[in-house]
């Protein structure tokens, strides 16, 4: 059984992982997952290694048989589990970052979109990496909202989604360490079920 290799590191992950015992914390949840996970391996370690001895061979490969894919899909779900916890964590992490860079339009942006598309490609550089350096919300607002048309702020909507990125960035607050535990976690976790 290869997958030992990687459950014996995704044990040794999770003990790892941040002491959040709230209740439906995402550690929690997938610490809960995982331990289903060993329950049924264990249970299938058994089976192999202790065989019904009144039963046949062929019930015994059967039922053997039955608990791997039992193992199998409880060891998708802590994997399925582990990837939604990243998701959601990364989900709101963002939420939080772009409230906090309060990226609301004002009654200006117009007028800015309009400067800005007056401005040589030198300034326009220079134009909003010192909104960037600012915190001039209403102009990183005005220039990089997802409902504007690029051809309304003379930026691409590549550009415009690398300003507001980078604009968004400056707000985190947040310690990525736990989300990038979980994350360490799930990756584990599917290349483990990759190898059942």
């Known amino acids: 059984m290869s997958y030992h290799v990687e459950l014996n590191t995704v044990r040794a992950l999770i003990d790892r992982l941040p002491q959040d015992e709230t209740i439906g914390s995402p550690a929690l949840q997938v ?3 995982f331990n289903a996970a060993e329950v049924e391996l264990s249970k299938l370690v058994d089976i192999q290694l202790n065989p019904d001895d009144m039963a046949s061979e062929k019930a015994n490969a059967i039922r053997l048989e ?3 894919t039992k193992f199998q899909d409880v060891l998708k779900a802590a ?5 939604k916890a990243v998701s959601d964590l990364r989900s709101a992490q963002l939420a ?5 860079a309060n990226l609301k339009e004002s009654e200006h942006a117009s007028e800015i979109r309009s400067v800005y598309r007056g401005l040589s490609n030198a300034d326009k550089l ?5 909104a960037i350096d600012g915190n001039d919300s209403q102009v990183i607002a005005a220039l990089t909202n997802p409902a504007t048309s690029p051809l309304l702020t003379g930026l691409s909507g590549q550009q415009m989604a690398h300003y507001r990125a980078h604009y968004i960035d400056k707000f ?3 310690d990525t360490s736990y989300v990038d535990a979980i994350q360490v976690v799930s990756e584990t976790l599917v290349g483990a079920v990759s190898h059942i």
């Open 31 to 33: 610490r809960g997952a």
């Open 172 to 174: 985190s607050t947040t």
């Open 66 to 68: 039955a608990q791997r």
């Open 96 to 100: 939080r970052q772009t409230e906090a």
């Open 126 to 130: 220079s134009f909003m990496q010192q």
């Open 79 to 83: 994997a399925s589990r582990a990837a």
